[in-house]
């Protein structure tokens, strides 16, 4: 044998090497394109973002063989400086004041321990000045076959979007086993070495990607508990203990332990934390906190002032009090920080028995004074507060512009949709885990769920339709146990929805029905009282949590926003009775009047996993070449006929397929005849295939075949290719 022939199998392999090389630093490319596309995405610059990165990768196909590697890396630098002086310009002026080099720095260092991307005002602009640099640099590196060095480029990408917290586990790991896979592709290439294994390496990988992916929803599992009041996390813990970043989770529980209790004249829900982002899957606080230096200042219209001491009655990490507060006292002052939504927040925990002191300054304003209001929004308003992403669907758009139809101002609107998710929507905390847009999902394709997707649904309606609106989480008011005392367990943890008024300021609305959840917190609490639970009483709180008798169901006693007569302007009727209006049970009409849509395609992570599923299950049927054969072996099934001459040889080529899977393949050198020949005496069609072996040397070397000889071998040919096919032998 010459040498080039003994080295063409070898060429082959090493082709196939680049190819896994180029495949493997494609999955590393898109885990983290993608984690930094979605935080485009989510604050409206996903398409910008795209073409960054479509522009990057064509300039490094066009000058990677032109132009010298040290050129590159500078250039390369060169759009990473270029990409962070335009985030810099992007930022508001505001933050930009707040920006020092010490700043700086400890963002930079918050970013590599666990600050999520999305927290960053300038999300999308970040995302996009970051991308370009990796993606032209390990391209640049790929067309030199420096596929070692293109790996440190992107995998440096793909480690900082996993210390920000951003890449999740399944797409992690198709980066770090992409870039695995170019390693050992590139050390293959590099020394020339016989790797067989190629199809195997790819099987190893999709499984790998496969399991890691699938051990995480079998029963049992966190995200699917087999018992689901232990293994389901607390509505405290989801949205209280969330700190910057709230996703929203199927299946929840309640806590009846007491938290802390309140000494104010007057019942309030007491805040804790205000989110501006929405992500599609939940919500993130944007901004930087500063320390608190004493007065903070109040809302822009009237206000009636609120004292309130707080006293912790279990170990807490968070600040609760009535909107809006503008002093705290005590000894966490020294430790306390204020979020730029206006929260405050410890940088300690508060111990049990721990006690401060709050002055609120709680917005006054009456409905006919929310109507006037007008939509003449602060620009620092309209930034942050009417963000959404850009997967929004239209039908959401289009079921909030049909629940406001009949309303003329922005509060109309926020009591129209307050009201209709009150009345088409059921309260429960037993919900399965959404799937793709949280407010999508809600209004949609479920028919229940608890607070934070009823507060999800009413700001992401409220923003569609030009309405500035944020997430807010914190407490309801509690057990009254006195006449200025409440008792506040976990349970009452909450979510709702806070609607900026011009020359008011916020004003809370809460979209959850008040009446089966205040059911499910008093049936909690009863429970644990008989099954004698630690916590849960303190102080003779043993009556139950709702409002006091007399109190209106779902309507707070005291609101932010409420008047001195205890009248709140969320449910104050706009000239609407229910049922027969805005947010009325008679809106369940308003579907009619929305297209219907198509089924929406599956998540991205159910596609990643069947597409690795799917490479693997090929790579295993190629290694093992039964894929090759069924394939063959379809496509033998039926013969078109030409001439007597080619259908002889096309009847030949057929019977070698079928006996390449029961026999044997023709050996080099080995005629057709004695391949067929040399079938086993026990194959049933020996002396047929026999005979097609001399008919098919008759018409390439003899005579030739007449159309019955022909027809004879095509006969004989669709009898031995249907025998071997074990799904047409089965229905035969």
Known sequence: MSTADSSAPLARRLVGHRTLAVGGLLALTWSYASVLGHAAGVVGGARQFALVVAASFGLALLVGRYVDVRVAVVFASVLLGLGFAAYLLALPESQLRLLTPQRALSDTLALLTGLSVLRLVGAGVWATAVVP?????????????????????????????????????????????????????????????????????????????????????????????????????????????????????????????????????????????????????????????????????????????????????????????????????????????????????????????????????????????LRRAGTDYPDRVTDAYLQLPESTTQRVRDRAANVTRDAETPYEKAVAIERYLEANKEYSLDVPAPSGDVADTFLFERESGYCTYYATAMVVMLRSEGVPARFVTGYTPGESVGDDERVVRGLNSHAWVEVYFPEVGWIRFDPTPAEPRLAAENTRVTEARQSGEPSVDINGSNGTVGPPSGATAG?????????????????????????????????????????????????????????????????????????????????AQHQRRRDPASDVETAYRRIATALDGEYRSRRPGETPRSYLQSVPDAYPHRTDVARVGQLYEQARYGSGVDREEAAEAVAIADRVVRSATPLVRRLR
């Open 555 to 635: 309507t707070p006693e005291l609101p932010a926003g409420a008047t001195a007569g205890n009248r709140t302007p969320s449910a104050e009727a706009v000239n609407v009775t229910p049922g027969s209006g805005p947010g009325g049970a008679a809106e369940t009409a308003v579907d009619d009047s929305v297209p219907i849509s198509l089924p929406r395609l599956p998540s991205r992570r159910t596609l990643l996993i069947g597409a690795a599923a799917l490479v693997g299950v090929a790579a295993g049927a190629r290694r093992t070449r039964r894929g090759e054969r069924a394939i063959r072996l379809l496509s």
């Open 133 to 369: 640099g990796p993606v032209f640099l390990s391209w640049y590196l790929a067309v030199r076959r420096r596929y070692v060095a293109a790996t440190v480029a992107g995998g440096g990408a793909l480690a900082l979007v996993v210390l920000t917290g951003d890449a999740d586990g399944v797409t992690t790991l198709v980066g770090v086993l992409g870039a695995t896979a170019t390693v050992a592709a590139a050390t293959v290439d590099r020394h020339r070495i016989e790797f067989d294994g190629l199809d195997t390496l790819v099987v190893v990988l999709a499984a790998m990607i496969v399991a890691s992916a699938t051990l995480s929803v079998v029963p049992g599992a966190a995200s699917a508990p087999i018992l689901p009041d232990r293994g389901s996390p607390t509505v405290e813990a989801n949205l209280i203990d969330a700190q910057d970043r709230v996703e929203i989770v199927g299946e929840i529980r309640l806590s009846p332990s007491v938290r802390f209790t309140v000494e104010s004249d007057r019942r309030a829900y007491w805040k804790t934390a205000t989110y501006d982002r929405y992500t599609s899957s939940g919500w993130v606080r944007t901004g930087s906190t500063a320390p608190y230096r004493g007065q903070l200042s109040g809302p822009p219209g009237p206000s009636t002032t609120l004292e309130q001491t707080v006293t912790a009655r279990d170990a807490i990490s968070i600040l609760p009090a009535a909107w809006r507060p503008t002093a705290l006292r005590g000894a966490i002052a020294e430790a306390a920080v204020v979020t730029p939504q206006g929260s405050l927040r410890p940088r300690r925990t508060l111990e049990a028995g721990e006690t401060y002191a709050v002055r609120s300054q709680v917005p006054d304003a009456d409905a006919e004074r």
